[in-house]
């Protein structure tokens, strides 16, 4: 489809009804108004989640979803909401459903504005509202921010005329964003669907009947060992630029070892460690931190030694095939039985590993069994390679809006001697330590006066089933919005979060303001440099597993810019980060094409010239 029969299919104007638009756009009928002349601004109204009545009625707070669902609402019909505090304040929403309003407001046009144009025009100032963001702690947008914006009324002499035109606009504007979506959501459900497709072929393949299979130990078909845990394990000092791959966690990924991030050791310390000496085809198990996540070591690796937070497998090539290996212990039955023990600090020890039972086909004639591993592993190779094709392009998009954001976060938070003030972030913060709970107290299901329990893996993978306990007081809690680091963990510990509400574990810590000088926002943006999180996870102690303490983190020296310059900063970096994140923008060219287009006729549709500046009158 060419372009210009896309447009006068998207636009169908009729002939009066494109002279009427062309009269307004061209600015001769336009006229500027403050929303709030021109809509009612209504605060909503606070509610608890020990308030709330479990119900279908969303209630809408300080988020980009819903907080969670009552059985009464407070609005009704459509209705533009806006988040009022925490991370996501000034958030512009549309709901045609009943919603109860609770830390936002709503703008409710009157009768010379359509809702639907009204929203659009105030997405298309959403950048601006984030900016709008003030106060210290947690950031917040107030009605009185938004009320003196002044939205454009077209033909405001004939009001008939004018909502003509808004419905236009709002048409346009509308299929827009439909073809956007639709295309969203073939590509993301092509990309879900093969996943789903690998997944379940997998598992299919790897599910046998009784009598087809013997359940064998690894510890009957591999070799099985781990990193050094000694007083030889290398020290941060003696990594070197070059020399013997040192694996890490962080090294795991998509099924096998990643150059990125490597650390080395001397060829000598190598030696000198005896243990986690890997060769070609080992496979790798995380036995703390992501228990359970599976990679496979490729040829050129071989050689390389691993951290004492990784076990390896060594199969016996005479019953089994590493690559089959490899495929039967990330299939959803083998994970589903991969559990850690211990406190806080949960590990898979290499006992529990040597009893884990996979299944071995036809074990009593080696040959015949070999083969059908052989089959099953091209079926799965065949599918890899397949999803590997579909996602090349997304990985690649992704990977340069990182590094895009990443160079701009550096030289926004980048500040020279004297620019501004800097102060030890124990100067105006404070620092509570989670809690530590029991496995046997965590429960799969929410419960009445349960909170979520937020564990490392909840912040650092988007899939894990949450797990809920007794709330243990306001002490323990955060909210969506607060700022946590994690203390312990050979990749984790030194990251920061913001999402999640409910009950930090004692992995963790939360940081809390202690005055307004700066924003929570601004903090977890320069917390996150690279440079921050290097620094304190390299010095957290000389064990193997890096512990920051309060000290260390209080010890850490902030710029503190004006508020104002904060904001600014902030809403740069967020625009990158949605960018590097979201789906819908992270796809292939075709829909960042289809989103442009949409904002280039929005802004186009909603571009009226600005009213002239008046003169200032000296009496």
Not at 277 to 288: C, G, K, Q, S, T
Not at 432 to 450: A, D, R, T
Not at 460 to 479: M, T
């Amino acid at each position: 489809m060419n372009n210009t029969t896309f447009l006068e299919k998207l636009l169908d104007l009729s002939a009066d009804q494109a002279r009427g638009a062309e009269a307004c756009l061209s600015g001769r009928q336009v006229e500027w108004v403050a929303l709030g002349e021109v809509a009612e601004i209504k605060r909503g109204t606070s509610i608890t989640k020990n308030k709330v009545t479990p119900g279908d009625i969303p209630v809408i707070a300080g988020g980009r979803k819903p907080a969670y669902f009552h059985n009464t609402s407070n609005r009704n019909g459509q209705t533009i909401v806006i988040s009022g505090s925490g991370a996501y304040a000034g958030f512009v929403s549309f709901w045609e459903q009943p919603v109860f309003v609770s830390d936002a407001f709503t703008v409710k046009p009157y009768h010379e504005l359509l809702t639907r144009y009204c929203y659009h025009w105030l997405q298309g100032m959403q950048q601006k509202l984030h900016e709008m963001q003030s106060g210290g702690g947690i950031p917040h947008v107030y009605p009185r921010d938004i009320a003196p914006l002044k939205i454009p009324i077209p033909c405001p002499d004939n009001p008939e005329k004018s909502l003509a035109i808004q419905a236009e606009i709002v048409r346009i504007l509308d299929t827009f964003t439909e073809l956007t979506a639709e295309l969203t959501a073939e590509l993301t459900a092509e990309l879900t669907a093969r996943k789903k497709q690998y997944n379940y072929y997998r598992d299919q393949l790897l599910t046998f009947k009784e009598g087809e299979v013997e359940w064998v130990a690894l510890g009957e078909i591999c070799d099985v060992g781990d990193g050094n845990h000694s007083s030889k394990y290398p020290k941060s000092n003696e990594m070197v630029e070059q020399g013997v791959p040192f694996i890490r966690g962080t090294n795991m990924f998509n099924g096998t070892i990643s150059a990125q991030g490597m650390k080395f050791i001397t060829p000598e310390k190598h030696q000198e460690l005896r243990k986690g000496h890997l060769e070609a085809y080992d496979v790798l198990i995380a036995n703390r931190g992501e228990i359970g996540k599976i990679a496979q070591v490729p040829k050129h690796f071989s050689g390389s030694n691993l951290n004492s937070q990784l076990a390896w497998l060594r199969a016996d090539r005479a019953i089994i095939s590493p690559r089959y290996l490899f495929f039967v212990l990330n299939t959803t039955f083998i994970q589903n039985s991969i559990s850690g023990e211990g406190g806080a600090l949960q590990q898979l020890t290499i006992k529990n590993i040597k009893l884990i039972k996979i299944p071995i086909p036809c074990p009593e004639n080696p040959e015949k069994s070999l083969a059908i591993q052989a089959e099953i592993v091209r079926i799965l190779d065949t599918f890899t390679e397949l999803t590997a094709e579909l996602t090349a392009e997304l990985t690649a998009e992704l990977t340069a809006r990182k590094k895009q954001y990443n160079y701009y976060r550096d030289q926004l938070l980048t500040f020279e001697e004297g620019d501004v003030e800097w102060k030890r972030l124990d100067t105006f913060a404070t620092f509570s330590q989670g809690i530590q709970v029991g496995v046997s107290n965590q429960l799969p299901e929410k419960q009445e006066n349960f909170v979520r329990f937020l564990r490392i893996v909840d912040f650092v993978k988007d899939d894990e089933i949450p797990r809920y306990i007794a709330n243990p007081g306001q002490r323990y809690l955060k909210e969506e919005g607060e700022l946590v680091m994690i203390r312990y963990g050979a990749s984790a510990a030194g990251k920061v979060f913001l999402n999640h509400s409910g009950a930090i574990a004692n992995n963790m810590f939360k940081i809390n303001l202690t005055t307004d000088i700066v924003t929570t926002k601004f903090l977890y943006t320069y917390l996150s440099k690279p440079s921050i999180y290097n620094n304190l996870n390299s010095n957290g102690g000389t064990s193997t597993m890096p512990a920051i303490t309060f000290g260390q983190i209080g010890a850490v020296n902030i710029p503190i810019p004006q508020l104002d310059e904060q904001a600014r900063i902030v809403a740069i970096l967020d625009k990158f980060d949605t960018l590097t994140n979201s789906i819908s923008e992270g796809l292939p060219r075709e829909i960042e094409l289809r989103q442009k287009q949409y904002e280039y006729y929005r802004d186009l549709l909603l571009n009226f010239p600005k009213p002239e500046p008046q003169t200032e009158i000296v009496a």
